[in-house]
């Protein structure tokens, strides 16, 4: 079973900058991808960023440009740098990550962390 472990969250002013971290913690054979989803008030899950075991980021519309997601060598830890935040990117902050179980086969399982609020209020 696989646990990811988020940190970071809480409440700033409008501007200023924020980090968010999520670490991948159990028994795994390999992370495919890693990265965070958000939901606000009324809204459904979006994408903010993800990034691939081979280093490859995505990232969603609202927040491109403020955010950069970057993970450690054995890529079970991803941080996400977020910088210039608004009202707008009040939410709960979701961990995800797609990995590789082997067991009499390989196979791909989703995990999601249990949430960080973010408040970006003045």
């Known amino acids: 079973q696989v646990q990811l472990v988020e940190s970071g969250g809480g409440t700033i002013q409008p501007g200023e900058s924020l980090t968010l971290s999520c670490a991948a913690t159990?028994?795994?054979?390999?992370?495919?991808?890693m990265g965070w989803f958000r939901q606000g008030p009324g809204t459904p899950r979006e994408l903010v960023a993800t990034i691939t075991s081979g280093g490859d980021a995505d990232y969603g519309d609202s927040v491109k440009g403020r955010v950069t997601i970057s993970r450690d060598n054995a890529g079970r830890t991803v941080d996400l740098e977020m910088n210039n935040l608004k009202p707008e990117d009040t939410a709960v902050y979701y961990c995800h990550a797609n990995v590789l179980h082997r067991g009499g086969r390989m196979y791909q399982a989703d995990y999601w962390g249990q949430g960080t609020q973010v408040t970006v209020s003045s």
């Open positions: 159990g028994t795994l054979f390999a992370v495919n991808s």
